[in-house]
């Protein structure tokens, strides 16, 4: 079944005035309205544990929070985050459309998660199978398996009315490897993803070459007619279902949110891995996205608008501009490094901004229209999520998937001890205690789960006696050479292993 954007409720401008400030039920309390001012977040009445219906929270002067009748989980429909059970679950919610008469519509994709119909095991990839280059702005070539795929390709001349120019020249073989793709996605219609002076070159040699776009209401090609350029393969697909390319490699197409008219973004899968591509969209399939998968790839910079910096007179000051460009960006580095956070993918790549105002008379947009840096970017998401890999793209350069997910930190559970205090335990037969409870350790682990077997080996199955090292030293003689080594009991195979591992690591991890 294709993906759509339903409406799921709509209000009418008087229904919408009467909307109360904070908490609102409405249509015989399906829904759940919250109002701020002239601003609303809306989602279903259905509690996320098991279904149960929300009332309101007696307990909550603010009128933001409500109250499951079933467990009493607890959601802050302001923030459409579960305060009880605290730090857990974040509500689906509906996208909230104001009409021009001043009513409201409540939104919803359907199916929300398209990409788990018809699943597929994920497989090993061998270095040099799934290779990803950087081209330029927000084009990317994907070579998975014997199949090529080229995203967005503006590759020569301006956009926008030669407003944009490209901050990085492509890699000087890009046309040719445009003209060998398998396939070509175009994310919108705006002319730093359709570029028609780069169509061109790719019509005068592979007019042929499969285009794919989503259904979106505005035409990605309308233009194309009057724009001189004959492509004789453009595939207008449905959103949210997979296209297949071949048994190992297949993508599908979602639609933006906000922009549900014309923005897409895409979900590429080869042999299980998932690759995010979400482009230019400001609230990509309305915010519910796949977690965890292989690489995401996202705009960053913003700038994208002529606002503020066309408008003059009134409040629109240098100063007011200046201030309100700084406070924007920042909220989108932020919320981009949210955005990252939430999804967890194991590698991350900053695209699709590289753009500059180059023309002489635009000398002061360019000067005004500060952008984030993706370095900027892929800082704040290291400090926040270390264990996620960035990749700043610089033209024509790769990204071997396979190799990046190898020397990608794994599951693992790091535990660094003051190495004086654990050679006294292992020598004396102390307890892990002393260690643990003696704050004589440091612990990191990913995922963060806790295991209670392994706690429990150390807690409390370990030997009361010490160990003795006289019959130690007598069973491995080879280790006499080499006294620095001998601190380990042989007492279980699982502590032998574990205490090595200590020794490897402490040796590199004192404080
Ligand atoms: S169904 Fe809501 S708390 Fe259990």
Known sequence: MAQVCQTVLSLDASAT???????????????IIYRHQDNFRACRNQCRHQGGLFITDIEDIDRRTVRCTKHNWKLNVATMKYINPPDSFMQDELEVERSADGGLKLLELDPSD???????????????????????HACMELKAGGKSMMFDPWLTGPAFARGWWLQHEPPEDAVERMCRADLIY?????SDH????????????????PIFVGNTSRPVFWYLDRSGVNLTNINIVPFGIWQNVDKDLRFMILMDGVHPEIDTCLIVEYKGHRILNTVDCTRPNNGRLPRGVDLMMSDFAGGASGFPMTFHQGKYTESWKIEFISRERKKLLHYKAKLVESLQPRVYCPFAGYFTEAHPSDRYIKNINLKNSPVELNALIQKKCPNILTWTPRPGSTLD??????????????IQN??????????????????????????????????????????????????????FLRDRPTLHPAPSRVLLPPLFSQLWVVCLWWVEKVRHYFW
């Open 17 to 31: 005035q009467n909307l109360k400030e904070g908490i609102n039920f409405s249509a015989g309390h399906c829904f």
């Open 114 to 136: 398209p990409w788990t119909a018809d699943p597929r095991p994920v497989q090993e990839l061998q270095p040099g199978e799934v290779m990803l280059t950087y081209i330029t």
């Open 186 to 190: 175009i994310s919108h219609m705006h």
């Open 194 to 209: 359709l570029s028609y002076p780069t169509l061109k070159l790719l019509s005068e040699k592979r007019p042929d070459v």
């Open 401 to 414: 998937l396979a190799k990046a997910l190898t020397n990608h930190r794994s599951a693992h559970h790091l």
């Open 418 to 471: 003051r190495v004086g205090v654990v050679r006294t335990v292992v020598l004396n037969g102390l307890l892990w205690d002393d260690l643990y409870i003696g704050f004589n350790n440091r612990i990191s682990r990913d995922p963060d789960i806790y295991h209670h077997r392994f706690w429990t080996h150390f807690q409390s199955d370990l030997p009361l006696s010490a160990p003795d090292w006289n019959i």
